[in-house]
């Protein structure tokens, strides 16, 4: 029987422990770590994520300042907003909540970014910390999230064959960077892949980001495998649901994560991790 990985009380009992940082922050200072959130446009799934961002910032003491732009808003004003935040002394962490609308071009947008304010370690700067092994960095979110996860079920990583499933620059890359990191041997499949079975069936580690619901199969898994869903999906009944066949791959995993409940709540706990980080050098 797998044992489910429960992200919402990791998530919640991080938040904990980051509330009394930032409330010590905050006394030492003399302010509250502070984030900026950019949206532009009314996607409904963004006003999600952005309300839930919001609202961890105040679970843990973090001022947020949400800046909702209008659909037509042009670039040259998204440019001098973020110019004036990358300014402000007070403002700590600065988020463009993606997908930008259509005349945005977020590849100009977000290296725009001072790299000490990008809380979501998008930038070149922050991604290529990552890379160096340069742990002042702030690393992207999600897969900061995945590793707690990972590490919260006791494995020891080092010589490990760790599978990454996608390689997307906001998790499938980082991901397997930061398990390489942790000494694993890291192995990254995609799109291209030729017989993907055949090599996730080797994985003790086996981190999905596809966005394919039932992508991975109990056939594709090892006895005893660590499985961390990252996909979220919509079933036939449109309720959530990750790329991992759930009831067919939690017999066989020592650990599995859930969707919903799994990967999701953790990305927000680093958001608030990440802008504590950038606070502590803001003042330093
Ligand atoms: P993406 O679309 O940028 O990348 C998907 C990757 O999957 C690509 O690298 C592609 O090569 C690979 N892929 C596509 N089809 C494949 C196949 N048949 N076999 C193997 N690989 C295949 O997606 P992303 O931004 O990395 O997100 C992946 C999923 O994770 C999405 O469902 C997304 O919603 C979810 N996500 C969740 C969180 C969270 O906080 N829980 C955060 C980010 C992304």
Do not use: W
Not at 28 to 54: C, E, F, H, W
Not at 104 to 120: G, Q, T
């Amino acid at each position: 029987m797998g044992k489910i990985i429960d992200g919402k009380a990791i998530s919640n009992a991080l938040q904990e422990r980051l509330k009394e940082q930032v409330a010590y922050f905050s006394m030492t200072v003399g302010r509250k770590p502070k984030l900026a959130v950019i949206m532009v446009g009314d996607d409904p799934a963004s006003q999600v994520y952005v309300r839930n961002k919001i609202r961890a910032c105040e679970t843990v003491g973090i001022t947020s300042e949400a800046y909702k732009l209008a659909e037509s808003t042009e670039s040259s004003y998204l440019e001098t907003l973020i110019a004036k935040l990358n300014e402000d002394r007070d403002t700590d962490g600065i988020l463009v909540q993606l997908p930008l609308p259509a005349h945005l071009n977020a590849k100009k947008i977000i290296p725009l970014i001072d790299p000490k304010k990008d809380v979501d370690g998008f930038s070149a700067a922050n991604i290529g910390a990552l890379l160096l092994d340069d742990k002042s960095g702030l690393y992207s979110c999600t897969p900061l999230g995945i590793m707690q996860l990972i590490l919260s079920t006791g494995i020891n990583l080092t010589g490990k064959h760790a599978v990454v499933v996608g390689r997307s620059n906001e998790v499938g890359k980082p991901i397997a960077l930061m398990l390489l990191q942790h000494n694993a041997t890291v192995t990254i499949c995609h799109s291209k892949t030729e017989d993907l079975a055949a090599v996730t069936r080797t994985a003790d580690v086996l981190v999905v980001a596809v966005g394919k619901k039932h992508l991975i199969t109990a056939d594709m898994v090892k006895e005893g495998a660590v499985v961390i869903d990252v996909g979220i999906n919509r079933d036939d009944e449109g309720k959530l649901c990750g790329d991992v066949d759930f009831a067919g791959v939690e017999p066989k995993a020592s650990y599995i994560t859930p969707v919903p409940g799994g990967v999701g709540p953790m990305t927000i706990a680093m958001l608030m991790t990440n802008t504590l980080k950038a606070a502590k050098r803001n003042v330093q």
